[in-house]
C-alpha cells in the first residue's frame, strides 16, 4: 500500500489513481439523475419573477446603492417580516402594484428584516408561494439606526414600511404600517420624472 505521500507524487506526475468502473458509472448516474441531464437554468433577468431568482442577503449599504443604480426611476423600498401580519397581507398589494408599472419608470425592492439564516427555510419559500414579482433581499444585520440612516429616515424597527424616492434618488414620502396598490399609484401621481 502507497503512502499519502507516494500517492501524492503520483497524481503530480500525472498518474491517477484507476477509479473503479462501477464506481464511475454511479457517480456519473448520481449526476445525470440530480439534474435531469439537463445543464443548470440560467439565472432569470431582474425583470422576471422574484420567485425565479433566488432570494438574497443584502447590507443596509447594499440598499442605499440599489436606490443609487436605479436613478431616473421613481423607487419604492419595503421593510416588511413574514411573522408580520399586516406584512403579509400588503404583499399581494406590492406585487399588483408591481405588476401595474413601467419597470422603465418604477423600481420596487422588499426588504425582509427576517432573521438572515432563516432566508432559505423561510423568506425564499414564502416568496414562491406567493409569487412575488419584485425583488426580494433579506436585510443582512438588524440595525435599525443603520437601516433608517441608508434610507435617510427615522427607522425604529417596526415593519412594515414602505419608503418612495423620486428619480433623482431625494426621499419623498414614508408610510409606517400597509400599504395598498391604490395609495402607491396616488403617490406617484405627485413624483416629477
Known amino acids: ?38 445543464p443548470p437554468p440560467a439565472p432569470a433577468p431582474e425583470s ?13 449599504g447594499g440598499i442605499g446603492q440599489w436606490i443609487k ?13 413574514t411573522w408580520c401580519p399586516p406584512c403579509v397581507a400588503e404583499m ?17 425592492l422588499a426588504v425582509s428584516v427576517d432573521d ?16 412575488l414579482g419584485f425583488p426580494v433581499r433579506v436585510l443582512d444585520s438588524t440595525s435599525p439606526d443603520e437601516l433608517g440612516a441608508a434610507l435617510g429616515i427615522e427607522f425604529s424597527g417596526a415593519v412594515p414600511v414602505t ?3 423620486s428619480p433623482a434618488g431625494e426621499l419623498v414620502r414614508t408610510w409606517e404600517g400597509e400599504v ?7 403617490a406617484l401621481a405627485g413624483v416629477k420624472y
Open 69 to 81: 443604480d436605479n436613478r431616473g426611476k421613481a423607487v419604492f423600498v419595503n421593510l416588511w417580516a
Open 163 to 165: 419608503v418612495l424616492f
Open 1 to 38: 500500500m502507497k503512502t499519502v505521500e507516494e500517492k501524492l507524487q503520483d497524481v503530480r506526475r500525472g498518474a491517477l489513481p484507476r477509479v473503479p468502473r462501477p464506481a464511475f458509472l454511479l457517480v456519473l448516474l448520481g449526476f445525470l439523475c440530480a439534474c435531469g441531464g439537463q
Open 116 to 131: 438572515p439564516s432563516r432566508m432559505e427555510s423561510t423568506v425564499a419559500p414564502f416568496v414562491k408561494k406567493h409569487g
Open 48 to 60: 422576471g419573477h422574484a420567485s425565479q431568482r433566488a432570494v438574497s442577503l443584502i447590507s443596509a
Open 180 to 186: 395598498t396598490s391604490e395609495t402607491l399609484h396616488a
Open 92 to 108: 399581494p398589494q406590492l406585487n399588483a402594484f408591481h405588476k401595474s408599472m413601467d419597470p422603465g419608470r418604477v423600481s420596487l
